[in-house]
């Protein structure tokens, strides 16, 4: 079984983290109680990535919070990653877990049911649910889902579940009772004033909510 949180899973966006930076984002995210962070940048090359990740890595050594590396397998292998997340349109997950071995976590996005449905839980480890609302951070978002939505894809899911879009601290309650594992979040951290006191609020939602 493999060990990961997904309570409070931050997304980096390095437009939204430009004054801070990513490494100081995840610095102070840490430090609030983020349990994943996920490198998400769309148009770095490989290189930069592999810059980043690493960078990323030693602000994670001695927390137990894990890096995911977005899409790029290449990069999450050269890193060290503890995971990748693919989404439907990128590699095949099972091309994935291929190529990245059978520690490293691998997440999916799904959107519907019927991806929901054909998760292979022998190949996923976790997947991430979404999006539950609009949002601007992703132009390219797939429908909304809704709580209920989310609901309903969250009970087909083989595999623990992480919500994404348009989450904030105030969802934290619905999100868990929908039965989602734990909040994916970008601007609810990224490119606050304080990142770290952004990721304490929704944490603290987090612990609240499972009381
Ligand atoms: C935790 C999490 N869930 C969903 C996504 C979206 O992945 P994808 O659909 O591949 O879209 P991009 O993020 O690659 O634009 C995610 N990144 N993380
Ligand atoms: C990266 C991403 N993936 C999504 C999906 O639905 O798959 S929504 C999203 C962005 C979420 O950003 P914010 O927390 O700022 O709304
Ligand atoms: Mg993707």
Do not use: W
């Amino acid at each position: 079984m493999k060990d990961f949180d997904l309570s409070l899973y931050l997304v980096l966006d390095p437009i939204l983290c430009a004054d801070l930076g990513m490494v100081e984002t995840t610095r102070a995210a840490i430090a609030g109680g983020a349990t994943i962070v996920q490198l998400r940048d769309k148009h770095a090359p490989t290189a930069a990535m592999i810059e980043t990740g690493r960078a990323l890595k030693q602000i994670l050594h001695g927390s137990n919070a894990r890096l995911i590396v977005n899409d790029n397998v290449e990069a999450a292998i050269a890193i060290g990653a503890d995971g990748l997340h693919i989404g439907q349109e990128d590699i095949n997950a099972a091309d994935a877990r291929r190529m990245i071995g059978p520690e490293m976590i691998l997440g999916l996005s799904v959107e519907t049911e019927a991806l929901a449905s054909a998760i292979d839980a022998s190949i996923v480890d976790y997947a991430g649910v979404g999006p539950v609302f609009a949002t601007p951070t992703k132009p390219d978002h797939k429908q909304p889902i809704g709580l209920d939505g989310l609901a309903r894809i969250v009970g087909l899911c083989p595999v623990p579940t992480v919500a994404i879009g348009g989450l904030k601290a105030e969802h934290a309650a619905n999100v868990l009772t929908a039965g989602a594992d734990g909040l994916a979040v970008v601007s609810a951290i990224c490119g606050t004033p304080d990142p770290q006191a952004a990721t304490a609020f929704i944490a603290n939602a987090i612990k609240e909510a499972r009381r």
